[in-house]
């Protein structure tokens, strides 16, 4: 996690596969952004 692998998605890519890693993903960056606005 720390490299910044999130999740491995693999070819075709599937819509609702992706959409729910880049949510995932999405929340850990606000879970742990530096930035406190």
Known sequence: MKA????YIT???RVNEF???LDLA???????S???T
């Not at 910044?4 to 999740?7: A, E, K, S």
């Not at 999405?26 to 742990?32: C, G, I, K, S």
């Open 26 to 32: 999405l929340e850990f960056a606000r879970e742990h």
């Open 4 to 7: 910044g692998f999130f999740r």
């Open 11 to 13: 070819k075709p890519i």
């Open 34 to 36: 530096d930035d406190d």
């Open 19 to 21: 959409m729910e890693a």
